[in-house]
């Protein structure tokens, strides 16, 4: 089995609340900057996608907490796309510390919306497959 794609980030201090954990805000941004270098990884740029007039959505995003994080802690992000025979996909994300202590799980269903139709596309993991340069890379 291989890996799953992972990305490292480290904990700004303008990233944390007032109690110094990390904000929940910015746990979205970290588990979408994952996904956005996953796509690019595969050779999927948001231009390519935008001059085929389609572009991924969120559906729903639910993370679960585990441990904080702090300013200074450097978190790997995972990201693996499952899909599925309708128009939605998963993307299933952990984050851990180096030492790989679970700090937080984020679950996010997702789309490609054809953005004339205003409709999700019938088969996002195809839709992704025929941009690819590498589909493998994400298990499309």
Request: charged share 25%; net charge negative.
């Amino acid at each position: 089995m291989t890996e799953p794609f992972t990305v490292r980030v480290t904990v700004r201090v303008y990233e944390t609340d007032a109690q110094g954990h990390l904000n929940g805000n910015v746990y979205l941004q970290h588990a979408e900057h994952a996904r956005w270098e996953l796509l690019n990884a595969a050779g999927i740029h948001q231009g390519d996608l935008l001059k085929k007039r389609v572009s991924p959505v969120n559906l729903e995003t639910t993370i679960r907490y585990h441990r904080e994080v702090v300013a200074g802690d450097e978190v790997d992000v995972s990201c693996a796309f499952v899909f599925g025979e309708g128009k939605s996909f998963r993307v299933e994300q952990t984050m851990t510390k180096t030492d790989g202590t679970l700090v937080a799980e984020v679950f996010n269903v997702g789309g490609i919306l054809d953005l004339d139709a205003r409709k999700l596309v019938p088969d996002p993991r195809e839709c992704f497959r025929s941009v690819a340069a590498r589909p493998a890379v994400a298990g499309f």
